[in-house]
């Protein structure tokens, strides 16, 4: 069955029953729901992102508020790999639209020696990339430069390329079920590990793209922002090029804490063993310390702003900070 024909199905079944009550959120649709619950979990999750997508259009907000009730009376509660990939889809046409009809050669001055243009193939690239490991199901490394990339020879089509891209690594990640095996360059091999990486790369690349073009950068949920922060750190000891850094910078039992000002969340990282360790809290007396919101420290971390940067409020003794800036540089 075509996407399309999908699509019209689920805008059907959504004004069905809106129109037929006693409502979305009531017990008319409890039978439907019944039913669904036989449907292979991929099927549930595309069902809902076609709820999702037929409410969306909607220009009315109160038709809008109302349909998107309607993917949870049928049970079809929506996921975190679903909400990923809808953020990933945002984020990435935020870029492209930035991007189009800049001046490819534009300095990126937070990825020192890019250009725009560079920028973009990265970005694209890892789209490509990702695609391939999902729709194969791979089990063993495959570099991105084995991945046909079909990049167009005029860089200003490459904003477009891009966006065809992550529009095929989007629909592959929706399809598959997220606990499925693959290969990863992180700690978790499985689908569901690609659309949170494959979100914070949308996120940090907008920023920087943003920062090349002139813009500060726009505003990062702060929910979606300390994710970030805990994605990268879960992931760090699994890149070769920061793992020997890491272990070289001694000062076993120092202590760096991050602190959320507008959250109160809080990541305490403890050096030693040859490497690190980090907790979710605040939890023993800190060596170094730097506060800010949880989107302007996830920047920091990926090293988009400078701790010194008059949004950061920084005490202890900073060259520890420093020297693990220095270190997980990516």
């Not at 549930?44 to 809008?64: N, P």
């Not at 990541?267 to 939890?283: I, K, P, Y």
């Amino acid at each position: 069955m075509s996407e399309a024909l999908l699509s019209a199905l689920a805008e059907a079944v959504a004004e069905l029953a809106v129109a037929n009550g006693p409502g979305p959120d009531g017990k008319g649709l409890q039978s439907a729901a019944h039913l669904l619950d036989g449907l292979p979990a991929a099927d549930r999750r595309t069902l809902h992102r076609l709820f999702r997508d037929t409410a969306l259009r909607q220009t009315s907000e109160a038709r809008r508020e109302e349909l998107l009730k309607v993917p949870a009376a049928l049970g079809l509660t929506g996921d975190v790999h679903a909400a990923r990939c809808d953020l990933i889809a945002s984020y990435v046409e935020s870029f492209v639209t930035l991007v189009r009809g800049a001046d490819p050669a534009t300095p990126v001055p937070s990825c020192p020696g890019w250009t725009l243009a560079d920028l973009v193939r990265h970005h694209g690239t890892t789209h490509r990339w990702a695609e391939h490991l999902v729709r194969t199901r791979a089990t063993a490394r495959v570099w991105s430069r084995d991945v046909p990339l079909d990049l167009p020879q005029d860089a200003d089509a490459w904003p477009d390329w891009l966006a065809a891209g992550a529009r095929a690594s989007l629909r592959a990640l929706r399809e598959a079920d997220p606990d499925t095996p693959v290969w990863s360059h992180g700690g978790d091999p499985h689908v569901r590990f690609f659309p949170r990486r494959l979100l914070f790369e949308a996120v940090v690349h907008l920023a920087d793209a943003e920062l090349a073009l002139g813009r500060e950068p726009a505003p990062v949920d702060p929910g979606t922002a300390a994710d970030g922060i805990e994605e990268f750190l879960e992931n760090l000891p699994y890149f070769s090029w920061v793992a020997e850094p890491v272990a070289q910078l001694g000062r076993d039992g120092a202590r760096l804490r991050l602190t959320a000002t507008d959250t109160g969340a809080a990541w305490t990282v403890t050096l030693g063993g040859g490497g690190f360790g980090w907790q979710r809290r605040a939890e023993g007396e800190a060596t170094a310390s730097v506060e800010g919101t949880a989107a302007d420290l996830l920047l920091l971390v990926y090293g988009r702003y400078e701790a010194a940067d008059a949004r950061f409020t920084r005490s202890g003794d900073l060259a520890v900070l420093d020297a693990w800036r220095t270190a997980t540089a990516l």
